[in-house]
């Protein structure tokens, strides 16, 4: 059976955030449905317990300089291995840039998949990036959102078959018996509007949890700062809904990818606060779309927060979008046994 290799910077135990959450649930799922896989990911320590226990094989890369380098990095542990049978997932389109000669001799096959920073900062799409999409047999947005972006840089044009937005490969949690207060999962930013939830909070009178971030704890605020992922689901089953409300740049630039924390809530039954900036809205599912997060409709908000019905729909959703099985899925589709 075609092996699977997924190429990744961010990976588990040392890493947290979505695009590490994304490869490890990817790995998991394909190798559930029983595709070989092998995930090449940046070496942070000593990391043998965890690559032992992890049921894809890990093959850890060492360099320097990872973010100018991490393609060269790549190349020199992935390209003398690669044969016309490999399926090369990679998480972000500069693991690629070394790659692609080696890919090119070999015949194996390459999607590239795309989840926020890595396109939404940019106003036009460097030599590098485009030379990756050209070569690329499939591209693997993982919202409507960044699809787009990919047209506004010039990349692709509508209805170029290689684009597929690809569902995320979350697990199912156990569902949630909610809590009180709110969660916001976000790195400490500027574009991440993390004083937007804490002042929705705060207007609401309600408590709120903050993970990722380390604002001073006070006025009903707690503020873990960076969490493992088990710690993660553990702070988001204990609330009422989860928030995000992201912005963009003076020169709006900078939309968030999707917003993987909101769906992964959903799947515990914990419903969804956004705002329709970047992919958010797509990760909502049936959560409540503020017009105006700077002055939000509060009655609506606590409307929400009292529905009994929200959770079971954002669980609901998230079964019927999203998902491991549907994601391999989609991936043999777009790049089937050859």
């Not at 059976?1 to 695009?19: K, S, Y």
Request: hydrophobic residues 45%; neutral net charge; proline residues 7%.
């Amino acid at each position: 059976m075609n092996p699977w290799i997924v190429l990744t910077q961010d990976f588990p135990p040392g890493f947290v955030g979505g695009i590490a959450s994304w490869v490890e649930d990817l790995a998991v799922a394909l190798t559930d449905q029983g595709q070989p896989t092998t995930v090449y990911a940046r070496r942070t320590g000593d990391t043998s317990d965890f690559d032992q226990r992890f049921p894809a094989a890990v093959h850890r890369c060492w360099g320097r300089s990872w973010r100018r380098w991490q393609g060269l990095w790549m190349r020199l542990a992935v390209g003398r291995r690669l044969s016309n049978q490999d399926r090369i997932i990679a998480a972000t389109w500069r693991l690629a840039t070394h790659l692609l000669p080696s890919i090119s001799r070999s015949g194996a096959r390459l999607a590239v998949a795309f989840h926020g920073s890595d396109l939404t900062r940019l106003t036009e799409a460097p030599a590098e990036l485009q030379r990756v999409v050209g070569a690329a047999d499939v591209l693997l947005p993982v919202s409507g959102f960044l699809a787009d972006e990919l047209k506004r840089l010039g990349l692709v044009e509508d209805g170029d078959p290689r684009v597929h937005i690809l569902p995320m490969p979350v697990r199912n949690q156990p569902s949630a018996t909610p809590g009180t207060g709110l969660v916001c999962v976000a790195r400490p930013t500027p574009l991440k509007g993390i004083e937007r939830a804490v002042a929705i909070a705060q207007a609401l009178a309600c408590p709120i949890t903050l993970v990722g971030a380390d604002t001073p704890n006070g006025d009903g605020i707690h503020a873990l700062g960076q969490q493992t992922r088990e710690q993660t689901r553990a702070a988001i089953a204990q609330s009422t809904a989860i928030v995000l409300l992201p912005r963009v740049d003076e020169h709006g630039r900078g939309g968030e990818g999707l917003g993987l924390a909101l769906i992964e809530a959903a799947t515990m039954g914990i419903p969804a606060i956004g705002c329709a900036t970047g992919g958010v809205p797509e990760a909502i599912g049936p959560g409540l779309l503020l017009a105006d997060p700077d002055a939000p409709d509060l009655d609506a908000i606590r409307a929400f927060l009292a529905d009994p019905t929200a959770g079971q729909r954002a669980r609901e959703w998230a079964t019927a979008q999203h998902g491991g099985q549907r994601t391999v899925n989609l991936l043999r589709e777009v790049l089937p046994c050859v």
